[in-house]
């Protein structure tokens, strides 16, 4: 069967939610069967900055149905030794999960 091509759809979404450290966590994904790119942003501090980076850099690749313990852990694993203020690795992924839906 010459021509045909296959297309995957490319999902673009979002959710934002205030957590319960008290901050606001707004993530953007676009994602098809894997996280192919994702956007962190809100009210809540992290030190170092660059730290944002390393966990959406980090979540790229994973399935859109891996489990939450997965992306805390992965999350953890990414932020190292950074500060976090009013957010927290459990925060995220769950904002990430409700993106991902």
């Keep these: 069967m010459q021509g045909l091509t296959s297309r995957r759809l490319i999902l673009i979404s979002y959710s ?3 957590v319960k450290e008290g ?3 707004k993530i953007e994904a676009e ?3 894997f996280i192919k790119k994702i956007r962190i942003s809100g009210d809540f501090f992290l030190h ?3 730290v944002l980076d390393d966990i959406e ?3 790229v690749g994973l399935e859109k149905d891996t ?3 997965e992306l805390v852990m992965k999350i953890q694993d990414a932020a190292g030794d950074a500060q976090m203020i009013g957010i927290s690795p ?3 992924a769950m ?3 409700e993106a991902l839906k």
């Design 23 to 25: 901050k606001i966590v």
């Design 16 to 18: 934002s939610r205030k």
């Design 57 to 59: 850099n980090t979540m």
């Design 95 to 97: 904002v990430l999960k």
């Design 31 to 33: 994602f098809d069967e």
């Design 48 to 50: 170092p900055e660059e």
């Design 90 to 92: 459990e925060s995220i």
């Design 67 to 69: 489990g939450l313990d």
